[in-house]
């Protein structure tokens, strides 16, 4: 071919990268690996192993260990005798230990790369220039935060044991995201990688080896589902971090319940890529290729949901079917390649399945003709389906592949609406020329991570999780600090006395308790739907059921938009005469509870995260939506007014269940609620059992979260039914302080846009 020719066509040629170095390091090893633990390399006890294969041409590229619960006890030990000492080294000695990782994963990132390409199949040059520098960029981070620890997080101590997973997409990103704040803290870890991609996992304790990580900081085993089984139920294990599926993720929350373990879940998602008619359609199409066909789709946030303002649909989609066409799809060591190689036939299986389904449910497929896929390996054709209703198998379920679902809008009220429609909120890009309208997208699709005219923004110093079935807790950034620690040194709260030395807590409030037996739902005085009453030290009051507990949820979800919607201000104004109101009770930590309260209303504000690029990145704490409150038996009346006030001051509504010891002392707080312009439904409390009560809001998908402070034995129940719409679940015996309370009230979004001439 001539010059002349190369130029007329541009057509690229083959650049492979030489695979060499990572085949010597296979041979190294006689393409057989066991686990490190306690710093070694060791054996699989019960002696089984399995094949890990080259998603491009299907060769067994290892021999891999697979897990036993033997060898999860060895691992989890190491990791347990390391911990007092990795702690007790400080803050600096371990910031040494972690930049030494970041200084060695960067001299051997080509070795890295080439590897990580050869077990995932994604292509050279998104391991080369995204994933191993991000890796190393998070170490370097996350360094930096265990030397300053002590000064920007008093009284933060580490968990423990830390058992993490991490799925087969990003398999040493996944890594560093877990093992670098969870080490950098004072933590140990046990982390078990994906069974397809294992490799670069054990590369890294090479790495930690070389770097001087104390024996057993970081241990890795390998295996299946099952090998993740024995970690997640270990006794020893004080903390779970999961990235993969929201059905394995629903399996961990039932497990883990009641058990006292940590947990924080990096779930599925269906992201939505919202292009509006004022948007650089050229720059929306090449973001669009990065959003969804980057890592072949296989990305939980990916862009695989294309919601288009139907003025110009038709033009988009033609230049995205132009763009498509030119996509190329082949060996993932090419350095010309696009799309590479799916990870494994089971889960080419599955794309195929679901793009079968969404044809027959009426969508339109579009396949580039000149995109062809090499007949050795697991490809699959970049795919755009359009004519696809919101309600399609295609756009509601994860692909996890090369295949985007398109749908079109006309409103900016409806794009938010379609692309909430989903019971995922992992990420979402928005694309417009109007600051203002680019601005009102992030805020109200509910989501964790929202980018402006970009896509696929990460950095290590900013948070990255998801809402909703996309999981809870957040990975990066200071917030996922917050992941990896405990607080100690709190001190109890003293209980106040009156001039006598008499406990007056709750002493008010049966004074002024109605003896009409009534619940408080959707602001209104409301008989118990059991027409029964409970009887506590001569009191009366309601005993509700779960159809009390269901009006009040949907009481609270009816009311919480529009309180939410208020402004900071304005909420603030509502608790400080709510405040004002409670002294009518004589409970005067009470009052000062709803000052601390409304204090804080426009106090909890985001931050802006100095990331490497040309871009604003910024935090936006945002109501978790529906609370569910179980109030503690002591201080009955400050707990609650502690509790509720709290979560309403960030915009969530409450369903509070108070103590059921003295229920009474609550009872008081109707007639101050009703004269200090709460919104009605935004704080309902239903008095009785809660054996009667708890399991409705725990099963409830209208609720978003419950703050647990009952008896220790309903912890385990609550924990296991949250799992079915993976609503966030804090417990506890006595009610922290006001700032962490109002931590629990909030779900963090990140926002980021990208500026530059």
Not at 713 to 729: C, I, P, T, Y
Request: glycine share 10%; hydrophobic share 40%.
């Amino acid at each position: 071919m001539s010059i002349s020719e190369i130029y007329r066509d541009m057509d690229y040629g083959p650049a492979p990268e030489g695979a060499e170095v990572a085949v010597e390091w296979l041979e190294s090893h006689g393409r057989q690996f066991g686990h490190f633990i306690g710093g070694e390399f060791v054996a699989p006890v019960e002696g089984a192993r399995f094949e890990t294969h080259n998603p491009a041409n299907g060769k067994v590229l290892a021999q891999i260990a697979q897990g036993s619960k033997a060898d999860i006890d060895l691992a989890v030990a190491a990791a347990k005798t390391a911990q007092a000492g990795w702690w007790q080294i400080g803050g600096y000695e371990r910031a040494k230990a972690m930049y030494a990782i970041a200084r060695l994963v960067q001299k051997h990132a080509r070795l890295f790369a080439v590897l990580e390409s050869l077990d995932n199949g994604k292509p050279i040059r998104e391991t080369r220039d995204l994933d191993i520098p991000l890796v190393a960029r998070h170490f370097y981070h996350h360094a930096g935060w265990a030397e300053a620890m002590a000064d920007e997080l008093p009284g933060a101590e580490p968990i423990g044991v830390c058992g993490q997973i991490i799925p087969w997409n990003f398999p040493l990103l996944m890594l560093a995201w877990k093992i670098a704040p969870a080490i950098a803290m004072g933590n140990t870890v046990v982390l078990k990688p994906a069974e397809f991609t294992s490799l670069t996992a054990l590369l890294f304790a090479e790495i930690c080896r070389r770097a001087g990580v104390p024996a057993g900081v970081v241990n890795i085993v390998t295996g299946d589902g099952e090998t993740g089984r024995h970690l997640v139920e270990h006794p020893d294990i004080q903390k779970i971090a999961f990235t993969g599926s929201t059905e394995v993720g629903r399996i961990i929350r039932r497990t883990t319940a009641g058990t006292g373990k940590k947990l924080s879940l990096e779930l599925g998602g269906k992201s939505p890529y919202i292009v509006f008619e004022d948007a650089d359609l050229d720059g929306a199409v090449e973001g669009l290729v990065d959003a969804i066909w980057f890592n072949q789709g296989q990305v939980c946030c990916a862009g695989s949901r294309l919601l288009v303002q139907e003025s110009v649909a038709e033009r988009f989609y033609a230049k995205v079917r132009a763009r498509m066409e030119n996509l190329r799809v082949g060996d993932p060591l090419d350095k010309s390649v696009d799309i590479g190689a799916i990870v494994a036939q089971v889960q080419l299986d599955r794309i195929g399945e679901l793009v079968r389904i969404g044809v027959e449910e009426g969508a339109d497929m579009f396949q580039p003709v000149g995109c062809s896929c090499p007949e050795e390996g697991w490809f699959f054709p970049p795919t755009l389906l359009t004519n696809v209703s919101p309600a399609a198998t295609v756009a509601q379920v994860e692909i996890f592949g090369p295949v985007l679902v398109a749908m079109t809008f006309r409103t900016p009220k409806e794009a938010a609406e379609l692309a909430n429609n989903t019971p995922y909120g992992l990420a979402a890009s928005v694309w417009t020329e109007s600051v203002s309208l680019a601005l009102e997208m992030a805020s109200r699709v509910k989501a964790g991570t929202v980018w402006v005219n970009s896509t696929n923004f990460f950095d290590a110093a900013s948070g990255f999780g998801g809402y909703r079935e996309s999981g809870f807790g957040r990975e990066g950034g200071r917030e996922g600090l917050a992941e990896y620690v405990r607080r100690t040194g709190m001190l109890p709260v003293a209980k106040p006395h009156d001039q006598d030395g008499r406990d007056t807590h709750g002493l008010e409030a049966r004074a002024t308790v109605d003896r009409t037996h009534k619940n408080y739902i959707g602001g209104k005085q409301t008989r118990p739907d059991s027409g029964y009453s409970l009887e506590t030290d001569g009191e009366e009051t309601a005993r509700g059921n779960r159809k009390d507990a269901r009006n009040a949820i949907e009481a609270a979800a009816k009311a919480q938009p529009a309180w939410a919607a208020q402004s900071a201000h304005g909420r603030a104004q509502v608790l400080y005469y709510l405040a004002e109101n409670l002294q009518s009770l004589g409970d005067e930590e009470a009052v000062r509870a709803a000052f601390q309260a409304a204090a804080r209303c426009d106090k909890a504000d985001g931050q802006t995260h100095p990331v490497p690029m040309k871009a604003l990145c910024y935090t936006q704490n945002e109501p978790v939506g529906t609370i569910a409150i179980i109030c503690p038996d002591d201080r009955p009346l400050l707990a609650l007014v502690e509790l509720a006030c709290a979560a309403i001051a960030m915009g969530n509504a409450v369903v509070v269940v108070p103590s059921e010891s003295n229920p009474a002392a609550a009872a008081g707080l109707y007639r101050v609620l009703d004269a200090s312009d709460v919104p009605a439904g935004v704080f309902n409390i239903v008095s009785g059992l809660r054996k009667e009560i708890v399991p409705t809001l725990a099963d409830h998908d209208a609720v978003n979260a419950i703050w647990y402070f009952g008896p220790a034995e309903g912890v385990a129940d609550v924990e296991r039914r949250s799992a079915g719409n993976l609503k966030q679940v804090w417990t506890g015996t006595d009610v922290p302080p006001i700032a962490t309370r109002i931590q629990h009230a909030v779900q963090v979004k990140n926002v980021w846009i990208p500026y530059g001439a």
